[in-house]
């Protein structure tokens, strides 16, 4: 149980977090304004409460395994949000990430 909450939060930081830069480089290189910036940087601000809900206190571990999450998420967050098509390595790469993440986060410890 611990660990199907820990990737719903993986999951929502991740959300949070991509979704915050997408509304930032929305608002300031697409030039849709303040509006999305704004919506953008309260997003992240959520996504730093987010990772502390973590169940694991290691801020070290958790953000480390974050980065695996982060890396997958940013190319789904892609392919939903702008169109992009990964390649094959993009995919692998994402999958290198996740097992690292799964190793990192769910290994088991004394």
Request: with cysteine; proline share 3%; net charge neutral.
């Amino acid at each position: 149980m611990l660990t199907l909450r820990s990737l719903a939060l993986f999951v929502a930081a991740a959300l949070l977090e991509i979704g915050g830069a997408w509304l930032v480089w929305q608002g300031v290189r697409e030039h849709r304004g303040w509006a999305w910036t704004g919506g953008g940087v309260a997003a992240l601000g959520l996504y730093g409460f987010v990772a502390t809900l973590q169940p694991d206190a290691d801020f070290g571990r958790v953000l480390a395994a974050y980065g695996g999450v982060f890396v997958a998420g940013s190319l789904a967050w892609g392919m939903v949000a702008d169109g992009y098509r990964p390649d094959r390595f993009d995919v692998l790469g994402a999958l290198v990430c996740l097992a690292g993440m799964a190793m990192i986060m769910y290994a088991p410890r004394r």
